[in-house]
């Protein structure tokens, strides 16, 4: 059996952090009973986060086995990958650290796009909770994953468990590493593109952003929801960078997707992903963005940064 904390990179003693791969429905939830009596017997609080169905079902067939946990629905909570951290951050802090976390980040239909975002956010967790005394174990469903995302899986873990064994994640590295997305490009747009630089003030961007034909689609709410997120963007470039950035904006099945490049960059890879707080003056533009984008791309590097926000339509 290989420990948590045997990697190379591996998170500093305290975290356990371990990918469960399995194969079938009773493979789970052998997993499951064996990590809620685990917790049960060192009396220590469990969130379940899982997709609404599946959430469902396994409430129904575990039974008992569930009394006393908090559960969460994650197309809810966690509809935008870079949501999810704060919310097991801030369920471990309430448990001085000494509680676990199921979270299935990845589930059957899920696209690929979010899927990768769900994988960055487990690559963070390491960093986030290093040193704490969490246990985490996050349910990958075989039957539903291609290469990218199991070698990514092997990546952002320092624990897999399959088949009933435990061993080390194949290639897991340090966090940074995935974290800042070099792994994972983003795809060229999907259909025709329109571009609105910032040539003049952002009251001028967001009434150009507004009237383009490609919002059209959306309600007025999730409309201004995306020209919100979109001023938060380029505000950030104005301010941090040479005040000059461009947008993008197509669309991709049912979602309205807008990008801002700028020269400027983003150091902090925990940037929009931690609530700000109260008294905070920095740090608040990205998390919004977060809060109000159903997916959210952020690419930073050396050339600058892109940050691609998707609204869906319904």
Not at 111 to 137: D, F, K
Not at 247 to 270: F, K, L, Y
Request: hydrophobic letters at 40%; aromatic letters at 4%; glycine letters at 8%.
């Amino acid at each position: 059996m290989v420990d948590a904390r045997t990697s190379s990179h591996s998170p500093k003693p305290g975290l356990v952090h371990e990918a469960l791969i399995y194969h079938d429905e009773a493979e789970f939830d052998a997993a499951m009973h064996a990590f809620l009596h685990d917790a049960a017997d060192a009396g220590e609080p469990v969130l379940v986060a899982l997709p609404g169905p599946h959430l469902d079902r396994v409430r129904e067939t575990l039974g008992d086995a569930m009394a006393g946990t908090h559960c969460e629905d994650l197309e809810r909570v966690a509809r935008n990958p870079s949501c999810l951290l704060s919310m097991i951050e801030e369920w471990v802090a309430s448990h001085d650290g000494r509680a676990r976390v199921v979270s299935e980040v990845v589930w059957p239909g899920r696209p690929h796009a979010e899927a990768v975002e769900a994988l960055r956010h487990e690559a963070l967790v390491n960093l986030a909770l290093a040193g704490s005394g969490a246990t985490i174990m996050t349910p990958f469903d075989a039957r539903h994953l291609d290469a990218e995302i199991l070698a990514g899986i092997e990546m952002t873990h320092p624990t897999v468990v399959e088949g009933g064994r435990r061993r080390a994640g194949a290639a897991y590295t340090d966090p940074l590493s995935t974290a800042f997305g070099e792994l994972w490009p983003l795809d060229d747009p999907a259909g025709p593109v329109t571009e609105h630089p910032l040539d003049g003030s952002l009251r001028e961007l967001r009434r150009a952003i507004a009237e383009d034909p490609a919002l059209a689609s959306l309600s007025a709410e999730r409309r201004s929801d995306l020209v919100f997120a979109i001023n938060e963007a380029a505000s950030n470039a104005v301010k941090h960078g040479n005040a000059r950035c461009t947008t993008r904006i197509w669309h991709d099945g049912d979602e309205v997707v807008t990008e801002v490049c700028s020269r400027s960059g983003v150091r902090d890879v925990m940037a929009g992903r931690r609530r700000p707080a109260a008294d905070a003056l920095e740090g608040r533009g990205l998390w919004l963005i977060n809060q109000v984008c159903d997916l959210v791309e952020l690419r930073s590097g050396a050339s600058g940064m892109t940050l691609r926000m998707h609204i869906k339509e319904h």
